[in-house]
């Protein structure tokens, strides 16, 4: 059976309303704009959403929240969205907060069938309440859960038709370890090839845990905060 869709629409076609979903990238780097955006066009509403950030006001996951698409948002940094934090204060939107770190290594061992693990990050912050702790070489620790979803977004530089994955620089972030961990991986890329293009060195996320590929009809790749120097 193919792997192949011939648009974002038809890829995300069935994800029903209600469901966790895993989105790759860092910032706005390395995001599934494509998928986000087929997602908010089709109104599939309910969303848990695990994701480093969540975006900004107008793109990426923004895009979603701003539609109230997305009911509870598991994340680290948040701190470029205006409508996330006006829906958290107001109580519109569940929040889980996470160490970055913490919520990278949660998402890999989810993936890796590892069903939990003790860090020291976030001891005597909120971030421990109701956690199981534990003493381990004098230090205390909390026993953090790992993350799982139904469906995980992902995006790549290149991909072939059998679901085998190359990432370019940054966007190397979260990507590989989602598509690790959700139920149904959908990855969109830059550049779809046949099997055997890619160099078998170069490939991060094997075909296995890719459920469906297509290939992105446009990128915008746009960058949260611009700074740039007067041209002399």
């Known amino acids: ?85 006006r829906q958290m204060l107001s109580g519109e939107l569940e929040v889980e907060l ?46 953090e859960m790992p993350l799982k979803a139904d469906y995980a977004f992902v995006k790549a530089w290149k991909g072939d038709t059998a679901g085998n994955l190359v990432y370019r620089l940054t966007a190397r972030n979260f990507n590989p370890i989602m598509a690790t961990a959700g139920k149904i991986t959908i990855a969109e890329v830059e550049e779809l090839v046949e099997p055997g293009e890619l160099d078998p060195d170069e490939i991060i996320t094997p075909g296995i845990f890719v459920q469906r590929v297509v290939k992105g009809a446009r990128y915008e790749k746009r960058i949260e905060q611009r700074t740039t120097r007067p041209r002399t």
């Open 1 to 85: 059976m193919s792997k192949v869709f011939a648009t974002v629409e038809e890829a995300v076609a069935d994800v029903p309303d209600g469901v966790a979903i895993m989105f790759g990238g860092f910032g706005l780097c390395g995001i599934p704009e494509n998928l986000i955006a087929a997602l908010h066009v089709q109104g599939t509403k309910g969303l848990t959403a695990i994701s480093n950030n969540c975006g900004i006001d107008d793109f990426g996951l923004g895009v979603l929240l701003k539609e109230h698409q997305i009911k509870k948002m598991i994340a680290s940094y948040v701190g470029e969205n205006k409508t996330f934090e």
């Open 98 to 143: 996470n160490p970055q770190g913490t919520l990278a290594e949660r998402i890999r061992a989810g993936g890796a069938g590892i069903q939990g693990f003790y860090t020291p990050t976030g001891v005597g912050t909120v971030i421990a309440e109701g956690k199981e702790t534990r003493e381990i070489n004098g230090r205390v620790c909390i026993l």
